[in-house]
């Protein structure tokens, strides 16, 4: 096998620079290379956009042998490996695309040695003929992309990753790192049971996305909402528009066609040729709106889309924060747009309850309840989405329209400890809904039965509405004094930070509940959503955009493979005037530099901002 130079020469961390031109590692990544490089086994959650690719692609380079990496979606396995090569990095990917001549070269040239990694599907990768090639190689690893989709609690669990776990007893000296940007606690330990790695490190990067900006609004006139949305951005933002019908998605790309948008309706009932088309033509930046089903999903590998629309619902926070997490992978600002309406939840617990497995049935109402809690929250959305996952923010956010926008707060001690303490009183073995009915005196036939109507919490809460008591449970949850039990019906339980609260030692401070969710106020913007404040200068951006999708163009490949939103952002506003500048440019590595340095260089350097 030929020994490929940066296995012997080079570290890491001059790998990151030289290969990738990244000038520093992210948190985490270092630790994670390093312990892979080792030939130790590794879980990684990192959030879209985190980095998590570099922590399987800089070990390949370095370990002897070649990098498996497991990917569910050809579309996305054909963008990574064009950004790995363009990088110089010999890539490839194997998968049923290829005609039997290419398919035959990249054989060859896995037996030769001349690939460093190579993308593969599962299914094709767990074929008992392709299992003996590689048993016949060196592996230097394999990466297990999207790793949630091997478990059963996953949101979007896959049968064909199931032979998967074979690997450990069929390569039991090659490392496995799997991967994924959302994953709760109980879907991770299903994960490294399932593909035999239950002693692997855990790294946990968290799930906090700070550049993108959580708004709710009432779904009112959505068609209208999302056109004042559009009409709000520059001309040139790319996003995607999500609804739960293939019906629906047609008609809102349509009538956003007929207002001038270059729009296109991406779902699994059109034939393949038009989705590779809509797919590609976004990747190109020839559309500037997809209006899609969740099947625009995974495949997406855009690091430049600046926002993400729901106009519908989504029937889970995992499939939410995932969706939401297409837009600004890039790390430049970027917006998640949720319109929210009452009408949407029943549609989609009727969905679920006509499904035919009740434990699911169960667990999946439990998800819809949670986002319907994100919809309805009171307080800082990215505390009430990073508190789903299990991880608490110190402070609010400042980027959402709860913080843009604060709702009326109350001096709410009193009203707590009527929850708290009722939630204490019916045992701690009820939901929210049965608790509500306690605390405002319900004569239904369930309060009476149980007893629940001699508790000394009955009726304590008969001056406030239902909706009212749900506000303030909610923001119970989601500020840590309650929790609710998955594994017993999503029952309320005190948390020991309900103690000095309930012991009158605290005083605490809700929000108002809003009857309805009100839309925020449009905060005001700076000349661009790309700035990110380093001084860009729009211009000369939008002049090394043309010349990039010139590039791009030329050589057949999107526009981000060539240099990535981020990348022109810091040219446009440090102007470098050689290549040694340049290449301190955060995303302009040897090969880049060698092969687009002088072309940018001489826009940037002939630049006339008077003309």
């Given at each position: 096998?030929?020994?490929?130079?940066?296995?012997?020469?080079?570290?890491?961390?001059?790998?990151?620079?030289?290969?990738?031109?990244?000038?520093?590692?992210?948190?985490?990544?270092?630790?994670?290379?390093?312990?892979?490089?080792?030939?130790?086994?590794?879980?990684?959650?990192?959030?879209?956009?985190?980095?998590?690719?570099?922590?399987?692609?800089?070990?390949?380079?370095?370990?002897?042998?070649?990098?498996?990496?497991?990917?569910?979606?050809?579309?996305?396995?054909?963008?990574?490996?064009?950004?790995?090569?363009?990088?110089?990095?010999?890539?490839?990917?194997?998968?049923?695309?290829?005609?039997?001549r290419?398919?035959?070269?990249?054989?060859?040239?896995?037996?030769?040695?001349?690939?460093?990694?190579?993308?593969?599907?599962?299914?094709?990768?767990?074929?008992?003929?392709?299992?003996?090639?590689?048993?016949?190689?060196?592996?230097?690893?394999?990466?297990?992309?999207?790793a949630?989709?091997?478990?059963?609690?996953?949101?979007?669990?896959?049968?064909?990753?199931?032979?998967?776990?074979?690997?450990?007893?069929?390569?039991?000296?090659?490392?496995?790192?799997?991967?994924?940007?959302?994953?709760?606690?109980?879907?991770?330990?299903?994960?490294?049971?399932?593909?035999?790695?239950?002693?692997?490190?855990?790294?946990?990067?968290?799930?906090?996305?700070?550049?993108?900006?959580?708004?709710?609004?009432?779904?009112?006139?959505?068609?209208?909402?999302?056109?004042?949305?559009?009409?709000?951005?520059?001309?040139?933002?790319?996003?995607?528009?999500?609804?739960?019908?293939r019906?629906?998605?047609?008609?809102?790309?349509?009538?956003?066609?007929?207002?001038?948008?270059?729009a296109?309706?991406?779902?699994?009932g059109?034939?393949?040729?038009?989705?590779?088309?809509?797919?590609?033509?976004?990747q190109?930046?020839?559309?500037?709106?997809?209006?899609?089903?969740?099947?625009?999903?995974?495949?997406?590998?855009?690091?430049?889309v600046?926002?993400?629309?729901?106009?519908?619902?989504?029937?889970?926070?995992?499939s939410?924060?995932?969706?939401?997490?297409?837009?600004?992978?890039?790390?430049l600002?970027?917006?998640?747009?949720?319109?929210?309406?009452?009408?949407?939840?029943?549609?989609?617990?009727?969905?679920?309850?006509?499904?035919?497995?009740?434990?699911?049935?169960?667990?999946?109402?439990?998800?819809?309840?949670?986002?319907?809690?994100?919809?309805?929250?009171?307080?800082?959305?990215?505390r009430?989405l990073?508190?789903y996952?299990g991880?608490?923010?110190?402070?609010?956010?400042?980027?959402?329209?709860?913080?843009l926008?604060?709702?009326?707060?109350?001096?709410?001690?009193?009203?707590?400890r009527?929850?708290?303490?009722?939630?204490?009183?019916?045992?701690?073995?009820?939901?929210?809904?049965?608790?509500i009915d306690v605390?405002?005196?319900?004569?239904?036939?369930?309060?009476?039965?149980?007893?629940?109507?001699?508790?000394?919490?009955?009726?304590?809460?008969?001056?406030?509405?239902?909706?009212?008591?749900?506000?303030?449970?909610?923001?119970?949850?989601?500020?840590?004094?309650?929790?609710?039990?998955?594994?017993?019906?999503?029952?309320?339980?005190?948390?020991?930070?309900?103690?000095?609260?309930?012991?009158?030692?605290?005083?605490?401070?809700?929000?108002?509940?809003?009857?309805?969710?009100?839309?925020?106020?449009?905060?005001?913007?700076?000349?661009?959503?790309?700035?990110?404040?380093?001084?860009?200068?729009?211009?000369?951006?939008?002049?090394?955009?043309?010349?990039?999708k010139?590039?791009?163009n030329?050589e057949?490949?999107?526009?981000?493979v060539v240099?990535?939103?981020?990348?022109?952002?810091?040219?446009?506003?440090?102007?470098?005037?050689?290549?040694?500048e340049?290449?301190?440019?955060?995303?302009?590595?040897?090969?880049?530099?060698?092969?687009?340095?002088?072309?940018?260089?001489?826009?940037?350097?002939?630049?006339?901002?008077?003309?």
């Open positions: 096998m030929t020994e490929n130079p940066q296995r012997q020469k080079s570290t890491p961390l001059e790998t990151l620079i030289g290969v990738f031109g990244y000038p520093a590692f992210r948190p985490y990544q270092e630790g994670i290379i390093n312990s892979l490089i080792r030939g130790e086994d590794a879980f990684v959650l990192m959030p879209t956009g985190g980095g998590k690719s570099l922590c399987y692609q800089i070990p390949a380079l370095h370990r002897p042998g070649v990098g498996i990496v497991v990917s569910p979606l050809i579309s996305l396995m054909k963008d990574q490996v064009d950004a790995l090569r363009a990088n110089g990095v010999a890539a490839a990917f194997y998968n049923s695309t290829l005609g039997e290419e398919a035959r070269r990249v054989l060859m040239e896995l037996h030769d040695g001349r690939i460093d990694l190579l993308y593969v599907a599962p299914e094709r990768l767990m074929g008992d003929a392709f299992l003996e090639r590689l048993a016949e190689l060196e592996i230097a690893l394999f990466a297990i992309d999207e949630h989709c091997i478990s059963q609690w996953g949101h979007d669990f896959r049968p064909e990753y199931i032979q998967i776990s074979r690997l450990r007893r069929l390569f039991p000296g090659v490392p496995v790192i799997a991967l994924t940007a959302t994953a709760d606690h109980q879907t991770r330990e299903d994960i490294l049971i399932r593909l035999g790695i239950s002693r692997a490190a855990c790294h946990i990067t968290g799930f906090d996305r700070p550049n993108i900006r959580y708004t709710v609004e009432d779904k009112r006139k959505p068609f209208a909402q999302l056109l004042d949305f559009l009409r709000f951005r520059e001309p040139y933002d790319a996003g995607i528009v999500y609804a739960l019908s019906k629906r998605v047609e008609e809102v790309a349509a009538r956003l066609s007929a207002e001038g948008f270059a296109a309706p991406y779902h699994a059109l034939p393949d040729r038009e989705r590779q088309r809509v797919q590609e033509a976004f190109c930046d020839d559309l500037q709106v997809v209006v899609a089903t969740v099947a625009f999903g995974m495949g997406i590998d855009k690091p430049n600046r926002f993400v629309v729901h106009y519908d619902l989504p029937k889970n926070i995992e939410y924060y995932q969706e939401t997490g297409r837009a600004g992978r890039d790390g600002p970027a917006e998640a747009l949720l319109l929210f309406g009452y009408g949407d939840i029943a549609i989609a617990r009727g969905l679920i309850e006509n499904g035919g497995n009740p434990e699911q049935n169960r667990i999946e109402l439990h998800k819809l309840n949670s986002m319907v809690g994100f919809a309805e929250a009171l307080i800082c959305r990215r009430v990073l508190g996952f991880e608490s923010l110190a402070e609010d956010c400042g980027n959402c329209d709860i913080c926008n604060p709702p009326e707060r109350y001096e709410a001690t009193e009203d707590a009527k929850a708290l303490s009722c939630v204490y009183r019916v045992g701690q073995r009820f939901g929210m809904g049965h608790v605390l405002r005196g319900s004569r239904n036939e369930r309060v009476r039965e149980l007893g629940h109507d001699r508790l000394s919490t009955y009726g304590i809460g008969a001056t406030l509405g239902q909706e009212e008591w749900g506000g303030i449970i909610r923001q119970l949850v989601h500020l840590g004094y309650l929790e609710q039990d998955l594994a017993r019906y999503s029952v309320l339980r005190l948390t020991e930070t309900a103690r000095p609260l309930l012991r009158g030692e605290q005083t605490l401070i809700l929000a108002r509940p809003r009857i309805r969710p009100v839309s925020a106020k449009k905060p005001k913007r700076g000349s661009r959503p790309g700035d990110n404040g380093k001084g860009c200068n729009e211009m000369l951006f939008q002049a090394l955009r043309a010349l990039r010139e590039i791009a030329r057949g490949v999107p526009p981000f240099f990535g939103d981020a990348t022109l952002t810091e040219m446009a506003a440090r102007r470098p005037v050689d290549a040694g340049l290449l301190s440019v955060s995303g302009v590595g040897q090969h880049k530099l060698g092969k687009y340095g002088a072309e940018f260089l001489r826009v940037i350097t002939g630049f006339d901002e008077s003309a």
